[in-house]
């Protein structure tokens, strides 16, 4: 079993720590800033730094990379299409990568950037779970910076294609900001007015709001939601005429959503 530890770092990004609690190794996923994980392995000096897993090269999820790797000489793994400080071992789609003693596929999710992976693992001991970066957030997705709307669009697609019960671990506390464009998207949904409760009840109280899983994601993400009627008519509305694919209707929304 692994147990996830969410490292707050910056204002909003969420660095995510797994534990092998068998065998006290740990991994790290996009650490941005190298401290938070230093501070945490120097307040548990038993346990070792195995591994560092990048998605994407923006520097919010690789600035720490060269100190811990510096300081522990933990493996590190991520895009070989991006560049990616001090990579040691370089992923691309159909890659598989054995992790704490799990097996983990990568996928490449073109969008957010040209050369963005996630990783799934699938086991019959646990829920699917799927370390998403910036792709996939809880209710929303990441800006299209390099990628085109139709490439993030299909991304997203064969994320929704995962089992339902996937645990999404993505690595920004956007979650309330998300829901309530999810609100202005479907003002009618029960789904996104009870998340909404729920999420803001959680922030009042300083907890984070992750992860999500896919089947609650599905039920209120609009990016997920490209071909439900109530979704095509607010994108259509937004954009002022008709929309003939879900990957425009993606595109609408995006749109609306960077200026919200």
Known sequence: MLNFVAL???????????????????????????????????????????????????????????????????QVTGPAQETIPCLDVPVDEGATIELLGHTVQVFAVPGHTLGHVVYFCQGAEHSPWLLSGDTLFAAGCGRVFEGTAQQMYASLSRLAALPDDTLIYCTHEYTLSNLLFAQAVEPDSLDIQQRITEVRQLRDNQQITLPSNLALEKRSNPFLRCEQPQVIAAAEQKAGGRLETPSAVFASLRSWKDTF
């Open 8 to 74: 707050p770092a910056f204002n909003d990004n969420y660095i995510w720590l797994l534990q092998d609690t068998q065998r006290q190794r740990c991994a790290v996923v996009d650490p941005g800033d190298a401290q938070p994980v230093l501070n945490w392995l120097a307040q548990h000096p038993q346990w070792q730094l195995t591994d560092i897993l990048v998605t994407h090269h923006h520097f919010d999820h690789v600035g720490g990379i060269s100190a811990l790797k510096e300081a522990t000489q933990a």
